[in-house]
């Protein structure tokens, strides 16, 4: 269950942030949810996924809800093979604003970690997010979909590089969730 930088305006996404210590606290409130086994809780600058083992897609929306206010119409859902096919995606950069940026990869572990110190990563999670870094690693490997990938932030300021002559006497002011904007 997730939203993502295709879906939902940024205002939406920074609503369903999980940064800082908002992670650990998002993570234990999922962990006290009886119908949510396992959950893993990607929150970057351009997504937030909800990766889980529940009873029901009905208590993944009802937890979203609860942090975050109302979402519909702006999340999308994938159940068992789909859900593992979008993950696989999402991990090889193919569903990312710049095709192939490699942070998101790291971005993953991270999340994988937390989600292991908050007890809410289970063995079938586990497996698929094992199974879904080697699947980066290959596709990385045996593709060119990572020859000339940059972060988004190196895009963003690569493209102001273009647009304006000296950098050095511009003032900005970034507005967003997660690591790049910080």
């Given at each position: 269950?997730?939203l993502?930088?295709?879906?939902?305006?940024?205002?939406?996404?920074?609503?369903a942030?999980f940064?800082?210590?908002?992670?650990?606290?998002?993570?234990?409130s999922?962990?006290?949810?009886?119908?949510?086994?396992?959950?893993v809780?990607?929150?970057?600058?351009?997504?937030?996924?909800?990766?889980?083992?529940?009873?029901?897609?009905?208590?993944?929306?009802?937890?979203?809800?609860?942090?975050?206010?109302d979402?519909?119409?702006?999340?999308?859902?994938?159940a068992d093979?789909?859900?593992?096919?979008?993950l696989?995606?999402?991990?090889?950069?193919l569903?990312?604003?710049?095709?192939?940026?490699?942070?998101?990869l790291?971005?993953?572990?991270?999340?994988?970690?937390?989600?292991?110190?908050?007890?809410t990563?289970?063995?079938?999670?586990?497996q698929?997010?094992?199974r879904?870094?080697?699947?980066?690693?290959?596709?990385r490997?045996?593709t060119?979909?990572?020859a000339?990938s940059?972060?988004m932030?190196?895009a963003?300021?690569?493209?102001?590089?273009?647009?304006f002559?000296?950098?050095?006497?511009?003032?900005v002011?970034?507005?967003?969730?997660?690591e790049?904007?910080?």
């Amino acid at each position: 269950l997730g939203l993502n930088h295709q879906t939902a305006p940024v205002e939406l996404r920074e609503r369903a942030a999980f940064a800082g210590e908002a992670l650990p606290r998002a993570l234990g409130s999922l962990r006290d949810t009886p119908q949510i086994a396992e959950a893993v809780l990607l929150s970057t600058c351009n997504r937030t996924e909800l990766y889980a083992v529940a009873d029901s897609a009905q208590a993944l929306d009802q937890w979203l809800h609860t942090q975050a206010g109302d979402l519909q119409g702006y999340l999308y859902q994938h159940a068992d093979a789909e859900a593992v096919r979008h993950l696989f995606r999402v991990a090889t950069g193919l569903d990312s604003m710049v095709l192939g940026e490699p942070q998101i990869l790291g971005q993953f572990k991270q999340a994988v970690r937390e989600a292991d110190a908050a007890g809410t990563l289970g063995s079938t999670l586990h497996q698929l997010f094992q199974r879904s870094f080697q699947v980066a690693k290959e596709v990385r490997t045996s593709t060119e979909i990572g020859a000339h990938s940059i972060s988004m932030a190196a895009a963003t300021v690569r493209l102001a590089a273009q647009l304006f002559e000296d950098l050095k006497q511009l003032r900005v002011l970034c507005i967003g969730a997660g690591e790049m904007i910080q």
